[in-house]
């Protein structure tokens, strides 16, 4: 078992930067991939970007690369989305993810582990 605790989130200006955290319990963490996904206002859940559990491969959606990173500190238990340029299409409810085997398909339904979310929001 693993539980997800997401913080960092708020309003910022477009442009602006936040830095979400989150904090992992459970001893399968280190064993585990962990990444982010968001949702909006009527959409479907997407994938944001994911990081291997040795934290060495880092994979990003197209709409965040250059803007956003992800980084892990096992030691720790915690995970980060640097979050960079922000832009009013990225507010978001921004949910934390982990499994052993993370698949970011379909919106990650197969994905084992989540957190409640933390909204961002960032205004024009």
């Known amino acids: 078992q693993v539980q997800l605790a997401e913080s960092g989130g708020g309003l910022v200006q477009a442009g602006g930067s936040l830095n979400l955290s989150c904090v992992a319990s459970?001893?399968?963490?280190?064993?585990?991939?962990m990444g982010w996904f968001r949702q909006a206002p009527g959409k479907e859940r997407e994938f944001v970007a994911r990081?291997?559990?040795?934290?060495?491969?880092?994979y990003y959606a197209d709409f965040v690369k250059g803007r956003f990173t992800l980084s892990r500190d096992n030691d720790k238990n915690m995970v980060y989305l640097q979050m960079n340029s922000l832009k009013p299409e990225d507010t978001a409810v921004y949910f934390c993810?982990?499994?052993?085997?993370?698949?970011?398909?379909?919106?990650?339904?197969?994905?084992?582990?989540w957190g409640k979310g933390t909204l961002v929001t960032v205004s024009s």
């Open positions: 990081m291997g559990r040795e934290g060495i491969s880092t």
């Open positions: 459970g001893r399968i963490f280190s064993s585990c991939a």
């Open positions: 993810a982990a499994d052993i085997i993370f698949s970011p398909a379909d919106g990650g339904r197969g994905i084992d582990y």
